[in-house]
């Protein structure tokens, strides 16, 4: 991951979206790039921005363009900018329904300054950062919708199953590389034969469909 971390904020909360910028600016290494009232300000300047941010914050509950709405176009139009959801929203069917559209993190807006840091760093490192509340709904989640393997997931080569497990025990492309004596490019190379095999957006999508359909071995503190 190359530094400084780039983030991007878009809240139509004044004071809240000129405090978290504060704060995030107090993090080492961090930089905001970009401070956006809504959506459709968000993306407005990104079309025009020098660097895109490794990573955006986003509320959901905004006028012009919520955060649902700018989540997606992220998707379709800078897939490579990983999403944050810091909202006052944290229903279960929020975060689900966030994490299915890619969001790589969800965070509450009372969420210690330490937990906004850590989450900002692992998302932009590691791909996602899910906190032991936001996993809590993802396993309710997993025994709900628990199927058997899918036919294709029998594709998956035994590599690419190690490297699913490590991407899920939150290892970075970096640190499988050394662990599996491999180069960082050949991680990547399986890490998007596994995206596109499973048909997930992003890193996040690969966790949450490796717990859903038990394509790993989950243990107790992995996320803890």
Same mark, same amino acid.
């Given at each position: 991951m190359s530094f400084p971390i780039r983030v991007a904020i878009t809240d139509d909360e004044t004071l809240f979206r000129k405090g978290i910028r504060g704060l995030v600016e107090g993090f080492e290494g961090v930089e905001v790039s970009i401070e956006a009232i809504h959506g459709q300000d968000l993306l407005d300047q990104l079309t025009q921005a020098s660097h895109l941010p490794d990573v955006a914050l986003l509320d959901l509950n905004m006028p012009e #363009?919520?955060? !649902?709405?700018t989540a997606k176009a992220?998707?379709? $139009?800078?897939? =490579? +900018? $990983? !999403? +944050? +959801?810091?909202?006052?929203y944290f229903s279960k069917a929020f975060i689900i329904n966030m994490i299915e559209l890619g969001a790589s993190g969800y965070l509450p807006k009372n969420s210690l300054p330490v937990d906004v840091e850590r989450t900002i760093r692992e998302?932009?490192?590691?791909? *996602?950062?899910?906190? =032991?509340?936001? #996993?809590?709904? +993802?396993?309710? @989640? #997993?025994?709900?919708?628990?199927?058997?393997?899918?036919?294709?997931? &029998?594709? &998956?080569?035994?590599?690419?199953?190690?490297i699913l497990q490590l991407i899920c025990e939150q290892y970075t492309a970096a640190e499988i590389a050394e662990k599996l004596f491999i180069s960082p490019r050949t991680v990547d190379g399986h890490r998007n034969n596994l995206l596109q095999k499973l048909h997930? $957006?992003?890193?996040?999508? &690969?966790?949450?469909?490796?717990?859903?359909? @038990?394509?790993? @071995? !989950? $243990?107790? =503190? &992995? *996320?803890?």
């Open positions: #363009m919520n955060g !649902v709405e992220l998707q379709e $139009r800078f897939p =490579d +900018i $990983r !999403v +944050i +959801i810091l909202s006052s998302v932009a490192e590691k791909g *996602f950062s899910y906190g =032991d509340q936001v #996993m809590e709904v +993802i396993r309710e @989640n #997993m025994v709900k919708k628990m199927v058997a393997k899918p036919t294709f997931a &029998l594709q &998956l080569t035994e590599r690419e199953t190690e997930c $957006r992003n890193t996040a999508g &690969l966790v949450v469909y490796a717990l859903q359909n @038990n394509l790993v @071995n !989950v $243990r107790g =503190d &992995l *996320f803890g």
